[in-house]
């Protein structure tokens, strides 16, 4: 039986509690970051939730900074891994930033560079530490 991913841009209050809350479970509960890092740049933030039979099962962002488009904030609940939730997530993402969206970057925990490796991103520069996980750097590389 297939799963049925559904993801969709959210700004309301409701739907936005419950990226936060997916994000809480995967990134403070279950990763151990701090809190205080979880939570920052939200109101210049793109965001995204993914559902799976209509529950809540991930959740993304996108923001533009200084250097260009970053894709942060990739989270599935643990009982919807495996199902395509990340997948759809990037899916997802990336269709939705601007046309004129040059560089695209994010910084990857090192066990997630497979995914977006499918989608074009390389890893730039060396491994590095954010909220005491491993992570690299990715680009997406652009279509010749």
């Known amino acids: 039986m297939s799963t049925i991913v559904n993801v969709k841009k959210v700004s309301e209050k409701a739907e936005l509690d419950k990226v936060f809350a997916v994000r ?32 809540p099962a991930g959740a993304s962002r996108w923001r533009k900074t200084d250097k260009g488009y970053k894709l942060e904030r990739f989270a599935v609940l643990k009982e919807n891994r495996g199902q395509g939730v990340g997948q759809a997530l990037v899916k997802a993402v990336l269709n939705d930033l601007p046309e004129d969206a040059q560089y695209i970057y994010l910084h990857a925990q090192v066990q997630a560079t497979p995914l977006y490796k499918k989608f074009g991103f390389k890893e730039t520069g060396p491994m590095f530490e954010e909220a005491g996980i491993q992570h690299y750097k990715m680009v997406l590389e652009p279509v010749k």
């Open 24 to 55: 809480r479970v995967v990134f403070v509960d279950e990763q151990n970051c701090p809190p205080e890092l979880e939570w920052e740049f939200e109101d210049e933030s793109t965001h995204f939730l993914a559902e799976v039979d209509g529950q």
